[in-house]
C-alpha cells in the first residue's frame, strides 16, 4: 500500500481558520457572480475544485479494507479535509462540514446569505448533478468526485456518488428517487439507516470499485 499521510492535518495539530478569510472567501464568489453571473460563479467553484484535486498527491492501496481504514483513520488524501467515517462497506459520512465554521463566520458578521449562493446551488443541481444543499457543496462535492479519480485500489479507480447533503439550515439535498434507490443498494443501507445517518451527520455518500 502506497499513501501520503505526511500531506495530511493531524487531528491534534489542526490549522484554525481566520474569520476574516472565511467571509472574504464567501464574499470573492459574490463578486465573481456580480461579474460574471450565477453560471460563473458555479464555474468557478467547480473550476477550482478540480485544480485543487490535481495538486493532491495520487494513492494506491491493495485492497479494499486499506484503503477504508486510512480513510476512517484520516490517513488517506480523500479524508485530508474532513473526518469521515465508514458505516457500511461502501457507506461513508461526514459528521460535521469541514464549510461549517466559514459559514457561521459569514452568519455572524453579515447576516443572511446572499441570495446568490442558493441562485449557484440550484444551478449547479439542474446542470451538473441533484446533490448540492449549499454553494459550499459545489466545491466539496467536485473536489470528492475529482479525488477519487486519483486513488486506485487493486488496480481500480476509486468511484464517488453523493447520496445526501444537509445545509446549515437543516434542509437536505437528496437526489432523485430512481438515483437514491440505486445508491443507497450500492452504499448498503436502507433508506431508513440513510434518514438516521443525515440527522446526524452533514453527508452521506458511497464510496466503491467495479468489481
Not at 464567501?26 to 485543487?52: C, H, P, R, W
Not at 484520516?74 to 461502501?90: A, D, M, Y
Not at 443541481?125 to 475529482?146: K, V
Not at 443507497?184 to 455518500?205: D, H, P, V
Request: charged fraction near 25%; proline fraction near 3%.
Amino acid at each position: 500500500m502506497v499513501n501520503n499521510s505526511e500531506y495530511n492535518l493531524s487531528k491534534s495539530n489542526e490549522i484554525m481558520s481566520n474569520p476574516f478569510v472565511d467571509v472574504s472567501v464567501f464574499l470573492f464568489f459574490e463578486d465573481i457572480s456580480d461579474k460574471q453571473g450565477v453560471e460563473g460563479f458555479t464555474n468557478y467553484m467547480v473550476g477550482q475544485a478540480k485544480s485543487l484535486a490535481k495538486s493532491v498527491p495520487e494513492e494506491e492501496y491493495d485492497t479494499w479494507e486499506d484503503f477504508a481504514k486510512a480513510v476512517d483513520a484520516g490517513e488517506s488524501v480523500f479524508s485530508s479535509f474532513e473526518t469521515i467515517r465508514q458505516i457500511s462497506k461502501n457507506g461513508f459520512v461526514t459528521k460535521t462540514c469541514p464549510f461549517s465554521k466559514a459559514i457561521r463566520e459569514y452568519i455572524k458578521r453579515l447576516g443572511t446569505f446572499n441570495p446568490v449562493h442558493m441562485e449557484a446551488t440550484d444551478h449547479y443541481n439542474h446542470t451538473i448533478q441533484p446533490s448540492a444543499a449549499h454553494s459550499a457543496c459545489m466545491m466539496h462535492q467536485t473536489y470528492r468526485n475529482e479525488i477519487a479519480k486519483r486513488i486506485t485500489i487493486n488496480g481500480k479507480s476509486l468511484n464517488y456518488a453523493q447520496i445526501g447533503a444537509k445545509a446549515h439550515t437543516g434542509e437536505i439535498a437528496l437526489p432523485p428517487d430512481s438515483w437514491k434507490k440505486v445508491l443507497l443498494e450500492k452504499a448498503g443501507i436502507s433508506e431508513t439507516q440513510g434518514f438516521m445517518e443525515m440527522r446526524e451527520n452533514s453527508c452521506l455518500y458511497v464510496l466503491y470499485i467495479e468489481e
